[in-house]
Every structure is written in C-alpha cells, then in structure tokens.
C-alpha cells in the first residue's frame, strides 16, 4: 500500500502507526485485497481495509474475461464508496453494516477503510446455520428492506444485483436452455416492475454475514452489488446460498413467513407509508420468479454449478410456463 493510502488510514483512526495482522481475502479476479490491519494509539484496535488496485488483476477463475467484465467490477467499487459515504448511515442495529472510516480513490487503487466487525462483535462467520441464525438473517434483510422501501437508489446501481440482466449479456448469449433464455426479458421485467421497490444488498449469500459468538446478531459486508429492485431478490439468493434443494423445497413457506413477519414489524416501527400486507401479498408470488432470474444467470454463467438442482429447474419450468400462458392471453 503506498504512503498516501496508509496516511489516510492513521487520519481517519487517529492512529500513530499501523500493521497488518493479514489478508481477510482476496477479491474477486485479482482486483486487490482485503486486509485486516492492527493499529497503535487511536481509538480502535484494528480496522479492515478494502484495498482495490487494478494493476494487479488476475484472470477470472470461471473464464469471464471482456471489458464489460472490467466496467462492472469497477462500477461496482465506485458504487460501494457511495454506499458507505452516502447511505450506510441509514442502517441502525437492525440492520448492522460497518461503519465508514474513510474512502479515496487515486489512479487505478481504491481504498475504503471500514469498522472490524470482529472487533465490534462480529468474529463469527458460517459456512452453514442454525435455523435461528438463519432466521436473524431474514430478520436483518427485512429490517434493510423496509429502511429504504420506496427509495430512489441514486448514486447505486439502478438495478442491484451482481446477476442482473442487463449487465450480463454475455451469460444470456451462453445459455443454452431455450425456454428460459427467451423468458429471461419477462422475467426481468416482472421484478421490475414491483410496485414495491426498495434497496437490495444485491450480493446477500451466506458468506457476506458476520455473526456474534451466540448468534443471535448478524452484521452484513461487501456492497459492490447494492441498488434498487425488490427486496425477494435477496431473500431467494440468501435462501440459495445456505439450504440444499431438498431443505429449500420443505422449509421455503416457513422462511417466508419468518422474512414478511419482521419486513411488517419493520416497515411499521419505520413508518413506510406503504401497505404492508400488499407488499407481502406481491413479494411472496415473485419469490419464484427471483430464484428463477438467478437460475437464468447461473446456467448461463456456470451450467455445472451445484445449485443448478431439480428445485430450481421445477421453479424455473413453473414460471417460464406461466409467463408464457400470460402472453398467450394478451396475444
């Protein structure tokens, strides 16, 4: 990291001096680091550093090399420093996110110095849940729904999720499954036009949340992909990413009703001037329409990958034929 960068590092914490303590990860096709650093004096123990530098990218490691590959990931670096510097602060315990200390942007480097949740008390990370930890997720997706229901996503991705249509031409030309690839438009339309619009986090999986040792806290990261859409989206991709297809199908009405349960509470306590048995009423019937939308990208984008299981192809086929017979009526 060069001085300018580690300097508004110790401005930003009031440290006198700093280490790294190590590489969280590395991002995605070799765009950086994320590094945890120590820190000497100041008011904190620690700070994670979102270190962009595009200098030392990579290859994609599933072959996706284009320049519409390049733009997007560095959209979505510039998107997320709007996120922190204009809307995170929006965010309360409900929905816990880290808390800003500083963001630059200096060549081909970007740098966003953030909170440690590990310090702030989140250490805990999972690669599968309890059924309570699972619900504190919804919970926290909820709460994130209902604080910007109705809010244009300036500065955000119009459309947030990292597989949405639009930016990913190239996945739909590789599909190979015709049905849904001529689908793929409806779909996409059918989300969004939702009367019922909010910010999604747009990459909500399993491995995005922090937890606290008990688990009954949940702390949510990585913003690249956050901007408008409705909120279902990021319940089927949490859902996806932490139940297999079998535990998807048995447990699907039960997680919903956890989901609109607290997204009520939510948008009562923030007083959305919406209706929420409306919003749930719309959200709960494009469930299967959002897991399909992320079944479309994924066979494009992956046509092995685990999740590509009979679940999702039963949903995909159900939606595909409902959208077809809706616009053999209008026909």
């Known amino acids: 990291m060069n001085n300018h960068f580690q300097a508004i590092i110790l401005k930003a914490t009031g440290a006198s001096a700093l280490f790294e303590i190590g590489v969280i990860q590395s991002l995605w096709s070799g765009y950086g680091k994320i590094v945890r650093y120590g820190l000497k004096g100041g008011t904190m123990p620690s700070v994670v550093v979102k270190h962009v530098d595009v200098s030392s990218q990579g290859r994609h490691p599933r072959g996706w090399n284009s320049d519409l590959s390049h733009q997007r990931k560095m959209r979505s670096y510039q998107v997320e420093t709007v996120w922190y510097g204009q809307w995170s602060h929006s965010c309360d315990s409900a929905c816990r996110v880290p808390a800003c200390l500083a963001f630059e942007s200096q060549g081909d480097e970007v740098l966003i110095v953030l909170e440690d949740l590990n310090a702030s008390g989140f250490p805990e990370r999972r690669s599968s ?17 209902a604080t910007f229901m109705n809010e244009k996503p300036g500065g955000l991705w119009p459309t947030g999720t990292y597989w949405h249509l639009e930016t990913r031409p190239d996945e739909l030309l590789a599909l190979k499954d015709t049905a849904l690839k001529n689908a793929a438009g409806a779909i996409d339309r059918k989300l969004r036009n939702s009367p019922f619009q909010t910010v999604v986090h747009g990459d909500a999986k399993l491995a995005n949340f922090c937890f606290s040792r008990d688990g009954k806290s949940v702390a949510a990261v990585d913003f690249q992909y956050v901007g408008g859409g409705c909120g279902i989206k990021d319940v089927a991709y949490f859902i996806g990413s932490c139940l297999n297809e079998d535990e998807c199908q048995r447990k699907e009405a039960q997680l919903l009703d956890v989901y609109f349960l607290a997204l009520k509470a939510a948008l009562k306590s923030r007083q959305k001037h919406v209706d929420p048995d409306a919003v749930e009423q719309n959200w709960r019937a494009l469930y299967p329409v959002a897991w399909t939308d992320f079944h479309r990208f994924l066979k494009g984008w992956s046509p092995g990958h685990w999740k590509i299981n009979s679940y999702s192809e039963r949903l995909a086929r159900e939606v595909v034929a409902q959208l077809h017979a809706a616009e053999q009526e209008i026909a």
């Open 129 to 145: 849940v309890t059924a309570n930890e699972l619900a504190n997720c919804l919970v926290w997706l909820a709460n994130f729904h």
